[in-house]
């Protein structure tokens, strides 16, 4: 297997030419003779997809505060307080799993259908949750059961969707490809988290926090319309043209983990730092909302201010979709994660002048910038580099593997961080030893992308298509069994 530095070389020196072997000649794919529409249209019914996975998770936390509000400590003091917005981690990294292995070894297009029909089922009867004869614990043991199926059709957007979108791109404009990629992917799960904390709001001036139990059902029951509002688009879909031409029937899975374990490893180790990471610095938005809102803020401006922290994520999101097409993914993500680092250390070390009303209103300006830069780099360019790395034939897999690991990342931080805060010795220190930590984290991301991670161009997918070929071949492999061959495009004349 290339070092990365070379394989990054070879990619911008040359293309490889298709097979001798293959059947026919291999029209690339933005030169089939397809509308702006046609060659649009299916990366958007692949990614969309992922602003109902931001919506249904972020809504958990506006309607945990309301069963908090309506049923005091019974809900507090409960188990269920924890299950219900957790569970949903374990149905998201068996949901990316399962449809890994399906999305390579069946349809892309149809694991993504079934996935969306779960988003839906579960989103409805997380709305509907309801205990034997009315009972809290029966209702909350539902809605906790109902979350972690919802999860695993979660979990099987990341390897359909982010992975049809990227093969779909293939087929648009050079130049454009990453941030069509990001704006229907990373885009669109942080706008989802920005609508939820937004619905929230609105509802509970609406419903006024006298009829919170109408509120938190019409919340969750709103998660089903994106998922919905998708079905048709889906359902035209076909499968990516390159999922076509590379298709395999037999999987050889001694040289696939001999070819890309190591790829594998750097890009599943980058996505589980960032994970573990970006839990952590959520806490700061904790500290700066309670001095702003107090003990007494009513419910509809503790949503209103979590709606103007959500919303940092949205012009670093769009601004990393572009410079990843100026600069490329890996250089994106190292730039972002780095300074995300460097910030993060910064305020750590202001932790103890950060908690004061006085200075609060800096630190928001100073805590958007560091949120910005967080998507702007690995939130947006993690799953791209994810889904380009690999070829085709086991995208899927490579794909779930890498987006499970960064989940599993983002759990350990959940338990760990609250270890190192409750072992400091006071508690300034117990404000700042997280972050030190993670920064730390942040740093080293940044490193292993810059030097670990190859390059990743415009035509990568197309490239590293021939790449995995040639090394299949090489080894015995007979790559005439690849593909659906009657529907392999050939070379129009000129």
Request: hydrophobic share 45%.
């Amino acid at each position: 297997m290339a070092e990365p530095d070379a394989y990054s070389k070879e990619m911008s020196e040359k293309r490889v030419a298709p097979l001798e072997e293959q059947p026919v000649e291999l029209t690339p794919l933005d030169a089939i003779p397809k509308g702006r529409w046609e060659r649009s249209w299916p990366t958007i019914a692949c990614g969309a997809g992922l602003f109902s996975d931001g919506y249904l998770n972020a809504i958990i936390g506006p309607v945990g505060t309301m069963l908090q509000k309506i049923y005091g400590d019974a809900y507090t003091n409960s188990t269920a307080q924890q299950n219900v917005s957790s569970i949903v981690f374990a149905g998201t990294v068996l949901g990316m799993l399962i449809f890994g292995y399906t999305s390579d070894h069946w349809s892309r297009k149809w694991s993504l259908m079934i996935s969306t029909i779960i988003l839906f089922i579960f989103a409805a009867l997380c709305a509907g949750s309801y205990g034997a004869g009315g009972s809290l614990g029966g209702m909350l043991a539902a809605l906790t059961a109902y979350r972690f199926f919802l999860g695993v059709g979660i979990g099987g957007e990341y390897p359909a969707g982010s992975v049809g979108a990227a093969e779909n791109t293939g087929e648009l404009k050079a130049g454009h490809r990453n941030r069509w990629f990001i704006m229907f992917t990373n885009f669109q799960i942080d706008f989802g988290f920005v609508v939820a904390a937004l619905v929230s709001m609105i509802l509970v001036l609406i419903f006024t926090e006298d009829h919170l139990r109408a509120c938190w059902r019409v919340a969750l029951g709103l998660g089903v319309i994106p998922p919905l509002s998708l079905m048709y688009l889906r359902l035209k879909l076909d499968e990516p043209e390159e999922f076509h031409r590379e298709r395999m029937h037999k999987f050889p899975m001694w040289l696939i983990i001999k070819f890309y374990w190591k790829r594998l490893a750097v890009v599943s180790i980058i996505w589980f730092l960032y994970d573990f990471s970006a839990y952590s610095f959520s806490i700061y938005s904790s500290a700066w909302l309670s001095i702003i809102l107090g003990s007494n803020a009513p419910l509809w401006k503790s949503f209103g201010w979590s709606t103007v922290v959500n919303s940092f994520y949205i012009p670093g999101s769009a601004l990393g979709a572009f410079v990843s097409d100026w600069i490329g993914p890996r250089y994106t993500l190292a730039l972002g994660v780095g300074l995300q680092g460097i910030i993060g250390f910064i305020m750590a070390g202001c932790y103890k002048w950060l908690a004061t009303p006085e200075n609060v209103a800096g630190f928001v300006v100073v805590f958007g910038i560091f949120s910005a830069l967080g998507e702007m780099g690995p939130g947006d360019n993690i799953g791209l580099c994810a889904a380009k790395t690999s070829s085709t034939a086991i995208r899927g897999q490579y794909y779930a593997f890498a987006a499970a690991f960064g989940k599993i990342g983002a759990f350990v931080g959940a338990y760990v961080i609250p270890v190192i805060q409750k072992n400091a010795p006071n508690e300034i220190r117990a404000g700042q030893d997280p972050f030190f930590v993670s920064s730390s984290l942040c740093i080293l991301a940044a490193f292993m992308a810059l030097f670990l991670l190859p390059q990743i161009n415009q035509d990568t997918i197309t490239f590293e298509d021939s790449r995995f070929r040639t090394y299949l071949e090489a080894n015995g492999y007979d790559t005439t069994t690849m593909g659906n061959h009657n529907r392999q495009t050939e070379v129009r004349p000129e």
